[in-house]
């Protein structure tokens, strides 16, 4: 049976069914997530190995290459990267997009194994981390001290952090500085020359006096006895009188050092609005809710502190909640608008306030029957989800329109209410489904996508191909039956008529019909016109920008500094402090202010990536909320800028701090140029020259390179022959040299069920020159004493800083910001820059980061249109049953993208992946009035009317619903495209597109289709209409 006639001769069963889907869908709505974006999985795993004392180039060869070809065998890998640095080697493996993570974390874990063997012995097991949306910190927080801080750290350690981590949905609390207990062991080097004692031989000693041993058991009459050995050291004394040597006389560890419980040295600061403190950066678990996590963080924080002493405080420095929230709230408010708009547009065309009310019941059910896809599918309220749904606003209205307006013209003529409904409805449903499906399956081919386009837009597609579907059975089946007990019939004309013509539409009718006589009288001088104006249109593409995505005002800004190389990490927090006082004096709209500087250790370290050294750091800056304030992140960059860039020395990096773009695009630069090939000294005067030829490019910004070859190295070059003959070799002689010099910590210190570090080195005063270097004591195997000087030369030289590497071969990357022009056009200027300079020999060059994505992304929306609008000329085709009458209805396409990039132009709107997904919209919905038109002139035709004159007919017949249905499009839409609130970056330019194109498409459909029609009507009319049509 037919839905229309089921609805009206069934209106209870009706009226329970969509009764129940609201009441499901209701519920579901509020079980439904909210989230800034949808949750996906990036298909990229990390290999980190700590390996200490060893220099970039060493951890390049020694551990970076043997990973980086284990793990090039496992299946599906996309790219291996890799950063060779001081101690640290991190390898990037990126996958296909849609493998299962944890199977490939396995083939990965089961070559690290295999490649365990070929790793220095030294070096630390590699550890393996994946990357996902939860590492965007859920919140920062700092916690400060005034008598508690020399306990500050294990208080943070056990009170705070294990505290946030026994919190539903929080995966780790990592913590950023504070002082870091350890026992200090400091040899002093004369001592151990004159004992004949080697640093190593103390480390050994240490490490068999600290340890437990099990000796099994003893049983004896009824009861059994178990047998160990306590040795652990109970109390830092203990370490002091443990035996190094008694021949010729004992020898203890307290007559060559100075054993002492302290702080390690310290190689990183953190300051929060210029107090000394921690920070603690929470992170949660894959799938948890960001906003559901932040409060439950925020609710256990009154019961943490309480748990502190007094003088101990803990505050949330950075909510990324709240960003979220105030986006969801913004992007919900304007759906709510949008369909209060849409309303007084129906109203304002039906003048009939039961009519518009029976329209408008499609918007709430069509909607509530999303939020139950939504829940059923996992979905969460999201920038994606929520922006879906103020697209589809103005849409779902559409199909209730054309039937209602049908419908009506049957109760015109006084038909019964209940013909009039299944009449009305049954003719058009056929036009109604082909409208829907033209839009629906234009989106197809996005679910279908991967990548990037997937993550951001598949959702979309998804969520507005079911609202859409909703709207259509709820067309199809509510509004016939809505009407038929609603609406009553009318003699025609009569004032009681159940739709009254106000009569400003009765003029603008009477001026259409007018201008399209005209038009048509004048088609071929009308065609010209067309083709002028397409042919005109080609000169936009080099007033819009290309970008690839909007950036986010979050309210953050990062500003990275770095100063000469080898500059000391005290002397780096002198230069962070002047970046902080131009900040508090140029920012009234600073809330937090956070400085850090100097290099970070542990997993912090690792991630931090190449610039992660004592002579870096970096100022972060948090805003008050967007509508609080009048200028935006980039207008408060460009203020500081020229002060900050005054600071002599000093190399500065703005980032707006965007942290979901910098994740699924160049890890926060808008421009990377990587430059491949194996010589470094080579590639860094190629990379100077390219840096500075690309200052002159405009927009292009805070140009760094990620490699330094000016970090200074002591080499101790050992003489082999010297060294062989009083029995050392290079391995002995490193070792010894990293024992003093850089400490070795593997002894542990236990305390309180705390373990700490017991650092084993030369004192301060005999390693802080580098003459110390030289008179490093070397014990031989006969006992006899050497210097270091004797075996070993040391050289002034300069290394790099780091090394990294693309599918196992060396680059150099040239990263920069962008301002005030599209990333596309950046990219073509700069290409001519890069071109202009040759190229050394066995070097290449390519585009990374944002513009690598930016491309890969346009490809992939370009093959998915181009299979759309294939789709939609089959769905034209079928409803037509012709081959030529969909090319007629495409002929607004093209002006639908000339309307799109004319407002993207008037607004400062860049054309990105977020205003191409517009253009395919547009190319669904553009068609369905055309679809409306041409169905109607075509019945015309078929009722034997000459055809100018049935061209005059159905555009004025259907310039109502074609007018109605646009403008609920579009006011629906307006609110999300004039929004200027948090999140309305990336939305704006997806409304304004749709906007303007729709405008331009539905003049050119109700002006100029029918011409196209009347020049092609010989190949669209049957032929035994040919001589009627041109005898009129």
């Known amino acids: 049976m037919n839905l229309s006639v089921f609805g009206v001769k069934w209106p209870v069963t009706t009226s329970m069914i969509f009764l129940a889907a609201i009441l499901l869908g209701a519920f579901a709505w509020t079980q439904l997530g909210v989230d800034l974006m949808p949750d996906f999985e990036i298909p990229v795993v990390s290999i980190i190995t700590t390996y200490s004392g060893c220099g970039p180039q060493e951890m390049e060869t020694s551990v970076t290459e043997p990973i980086e070809e284990s793990v090039s065998t496992v299946e599906n890998v996309d790219e291996i990267t890799s950063t060779s640095l001081e101690g640290i080697s991190m390898v990037t ?7 299962d993570l944890a199977d490939v974390t396995n083939d990965i874990r089961d070559k690290l194994d295999l490649v365990a063997r070929r790793l220095p012995d030294n070096a630390d097991k590699p550890y393996i981390f994946k990357f996902n949306t939860s590492m965007i ?80 058991t003893i049983k004896q009459g009824q009861f059994e006895y178990l047998c160990r050995t306590p040795g652990k050291f109970t109390h830092v004394d203990d370490l002091k009188s443990v035996v190094l040597a008694t021949k010729p006389g004992v020898v203890r560890l307290g007559d060559v050092a100075e054993v002492r419980d302290g702080y390690l040295e310290k190689s990183t600061e953190f300051f929060i609005n210029g107090k000394r403190g921690i920070g603690i950066m929470v992170q949660k678990q894959s799938g948890a809710n960001t906003v559901t996590v932040a409060d439950r963080v925020k609710k256990a924080l009154p019961a943490i502190q309480a748990d502190l002493p007094p003088d101990v405080k803990v505050e949330i420095i950075m909510d990324t909640s709240d960003f979220i929230k105030s986006t969801i709230k913004n992007l919900t408010n304007a759906v709510l608008l949008g369909g209060i708009a849409v309303f007084f547009v129906i109203f304002f065309f039906l003048r009939d306030i039961r009519g518009s009310l029976v329209v408008c019941t499609t918007i709430p059910t069509s909607l509530i029957l999303t939020f139950l896809f939504m829940y059923i599918a996992g979905y969460t309220l999201n920038q994606i989800s929520l922006s879906s749904l103020a697209i589809a606003i103005g849409m779902v209205v559409d199909n209730a329109i054309v039937i209602l307006d049908n419908i009506k013209r049957y109760l015109e003529r006084g038909v019964s209410s209940r013909e009039s409904a299944i009449s009305g409805a049954v003719e058009m449903g056929t036009s109604v489904m082909a409208s829907t499906m033209t839009t629906i399956v234009i989106f197809l081919p996005i679910i279908f996508t ?85 042919v005109l249109s080609f000169g936009l593409m080099k007033l819009v920008g290309i970008d690839y995505m909007p950036v986010q005002d979050q309210g953050r800004i990062t500003i990275k500094y770095e100063l000469p190389v080898g500059t000391r990490f005290e002397v780096t927090g002198d230069f962070g402090r002047k970046i902080e006082a131009i900040v508090k004096e140029r920012v009234p709209e600073l809330k937090t202010l956070v400085l850090r500087y100097g290099k970070a250790t542990g997993q912090g370290g690792a991630m931090s990536g190449s610039r992660n050294f004592s002579y870096t750091g970096q100022v972060s800056i948090a805003l008050v909320p967007k509508d609080q304030r009048q200028r935006g992140v980039k207008e408060i960059i460009e203020d500081i800028r020229p002060e900050i860039e005054k600071i002599p020395g000093i190399i500065v990096n703005f980032d707006s ?7 699924m695009g160049g890890g926060g ?88 570090d017991v650092v084993v080195r030369l004192r301060p005063e005999d390693r802080d020159k580098i003459t110390d270097l030289s008179q490093i004591p070397l014990i031989s195997p006969t006992g006899q004493v050497v210097r270091l000087e004797n075996v070993a030369e040391i050289k002034n030289e300069f290394g790099p800083t780091s090394v990294s590497r693309s599918e196992q071969e060396r680059y150099i990357q040239i990263t920069g910001q962008i301002y005030g022009r599209g990333s596309g056009d950046i990219s073509a200027d700069a290409a001519k820059v890069v071109d202009s300079i040759p190229v050394p020999p066995g070097f ?124 609920t499009t579009i006011l629906g839409m307006m609110p999300m495209a004039l929004s200027t609130g948090e999140g309305s970056e990336v939305w704006v330019p997806m409304g304004m597109s749709v906007i303007g ?18 020049l092609f009507s010989r190949w669209l009319v049957p032929a035994r209409q040919i001589s009627r049509l041109e005898a009129n």
């Open 93 to 99: 493996v990126k996958f296909d997009w849609g493998v």
């Open 669 to 756: 630069a808008g421009f990377t140029l990587n430059l491949y090939g194996y010589d470094l000294k080579t590639g860094m005067e190629w990379a100077n020259q390219l840096k500075q030829a690309l200052v002159n490019v405009p927009g292009l910004k805070d140009l760094e390179i990620n490699q330094d070859l000016a970090q200074p190295e002591l080499q101790v070059v050992v003489d082999r022959e010297k060294a062989s003959t009083l029995g050392f070799n290079v391995s002995d002689i490193g070792s010894t040299i990293e024992t003093y010099i850089s400490g070795n910590s593997t002894v542990k210190y236990q305390e309180g069920g705390d373990e700490y």
């Open 997 to 1014: 194109g729709l405008l331009v498409s539905t003049l050119m459909t109700l002006f100029l289709m029918p011409v196209i029609y009347s």
């Open 657 to 663: 701090g965007d942290p979901m773009a910098n994740m």
């Open 450 to 534: 991967t990548g990037i386009t997937n993550i951001m837009f598949g959702q979309l597609a998804m969520i507005i191909t079911m609202a859409l579907s909703a709207s259509l059975i709820s067309a199809l089946m509510l509004t016939p039956m809505l009407c038929s007990r609603l609406l009553k019939p009318a003699a025609v004309g009569s004032s009681g008529a159940i739709i009254a013509k106000p009569g400003f539409l009765d003029r603008v009718e009477g001026v259409y019909e007018k201008l399209l006589k005209r038009i048509i009288a004048n088609r071929w001088k009308a065609v010209g016109g067309l083709i002028v104006i397409f």
């Open 137 to 216: 910190p859920v919140c920062m927080m700092s916690v400060s001290a005034e008598e508690s801080w020399d306990k500050l750290d294990k208080i943070t350690d056990r009170k705070i952090i294990d505290a946030l981590k026994r919190i539903n949905g929080v995966a780790t609390a990592i913590q950023i500085g504070g002082d870091k207990r350890g026992v200090l062991v400091d040899l002093d080097r004369e001592r151990l020359q004159a004992t004949g004692i080697t640093g190593n031989q103390i480390v050994n000693a240490l490490y068999r006096q600290n340890i437990d041993n099990p000796g099994g």
């Open 844 to 967: 290449t060059w390519r585009f990374a980061g944002n513009e690598e994505q930016r491309q890969e992304s346009f490809v992939v929306l370009f093959q998915a249109a181009l299979l759309g609008c294939i789709l939609v000329y089959m769905v034209m085709a079928s409803q037509f049953e012709s081959l030529l009458a969909p090319f007629i209805i495409a002929f607004s396409i093209p002006f639908g993208f000339i309307g799109a990039m004319l407002l993207l132009i008037l607004v400062g709107s860049r054309v990105s992946i977020v205003s191409l997904l517009a253009f395919l919209i547009l190319i669904g919905i553009v068609v369905n009035n055309g679809i409306v038109l041409i169905s109607y002139i075509n019945t015309l035709i078929r009722r034997k009317i000459p055809l100018n004159e049935a061209l005059l007919m159905a555009g004025k017949s259907r310039l109502r619903p074609i007018l109605s249905t646009t403008a």
